[in-house]
């Protein structure tokens, strides 16, 4: 059982950064951020193989957000950049160490954290 414990949300103006964190009882191979805005579908965000440092990101925050690890934290981040008012959601940690199939697909992840919410305002 891996807990994942997200931090690092808040509310931001458009054009702004935030980083969040997430701690991880334990390193998975494959860990991602996902979010979910209401009434839409839980999207990936970024990816990272642990194992390798292999990086993944949706198109929508390319250039902008940067995913990271540090393995002697245990610790996950993602550097946002540029937040626009369509980054407003509740973003995920999720971890999983079988890697089972396309990184941006939520249940492909067993483990979660609860979220933490991420605001951006004109």
């Known amino acids: 059982q891996v807990q994942l414990v997200e931090s690092g949300g808040g509310s931001v103006q458009a054009g702004g950064s935030l980083r969040l964190s997430c701690a991880a009882s334990a390193v998975s191979k494959c860990m991602a951020w996902f979010r979910q805005a209401p009434g839409k579908e839980r999207e990936g965000v970024a990816f990272?193989?642990?194992?390798?440092?292999?990086?993944f990101y949706a198109d929508s925050v390319k250039g902008r957000f940067t995913i990271s690890q540090d393995n002697a934290k245990n610790t996950l981040y993602l550097q946002m950049n540029s937040l626009k008012l369509e980054d407003t959601a509740m973003y995920y940690c999720a971890a999983d160490g079988l890697c089972r199939g396309r990184w941006y697909l939520w249940n492909n992840y067993r483990y979660w954290g609860q979220g933490t919410q991420v605001t951006v305002s004109s």
């Open positions: 990272v193989y642990t194992g390798g440092g292999s990086t």
